[in-house]
């Protein structure tokens, strides 16, 4: 089975509200991570604007056909269109080892 991981990079205090949605349109679960954005000095020093540089990473792993209506909803519930408001991107498992069905990929050699 193919899988896709789906990273969400979104405001803080955004990432309950968005995981919540995702798993309304399919995901299984999601990890969230803290972080904090390195833009924050050049917007504030060039543009005097306040940006805050605290983020939240989702992480979402899913099979292949359940990532479009996820990725959508995170789209929509974090309302990435927006300027400002975070970033998503995609990309293909090849290797996936410890989720509850415990399927194994190994690399060939």
């Not at 309950?16 to 000095?41: C, L, S, W």
């Not at 940006?51 to 990725?71: D, G, H, N, R």
């Given at each position: 089975?193919?899988?896709?991981?789906?990273?969400?990079?979104?405001?803080?205090?955004?990432?309950?509200?968005?995981?919540?949605?995702?798993?309304?349109?399919?995901?299984?679960?999601?990890?969230?991570?803290?972080?904090?954005?390195?833009?924050?000095?050049?917007?504030?020093?060039f543009?005097?604007?306040?940006?805050?540089?605290?983020?939240?990473?989702?992480?979402?792993?899913?099979?292949?056909q359940?990532?479009?209506?996820?990725?959508?909803?995170?789209?929509?519930?974090?309302?990435?269109?927006?300027?400002?408001?975070?970033?998503?991107?995609?990309?293909?498992?090849?290797?996936?080892?410890g989720?509850?069905?415990?399927?194994?990929?190994?690399?060939?050699?």
């Amino acid at each position: 089975m193919d899988y896709i991981c789906i990273v969400a990079i979104v405001e803080r205090g955004k990432a309950d509200f968005v995981v919540k949605m995702a798993k309304k349109a399919g995901a299984n679960g999601a990890t969230i991570i803290y972080g904090r954005g390195t833009g924050e000095t050049e917007a504030k020093k060039f543009l005097n604007i306040h940006i805050e540089s605290s983020k939240e990473v989702i992480i979402i792993l899913t099979e292949k056909q359940k990532a479009k209506p996820i990725y959508d909803e995170i789209v929509r519930a974090g309302k990435l269109k927006d300027p400002g408001t975070g970033i998503i991107f995609t990309f293909p498992i090849s290797n996936l080892l410890g989720l509850h069905h415990r399927e194994e990929f190994i690399l060939e050699d």
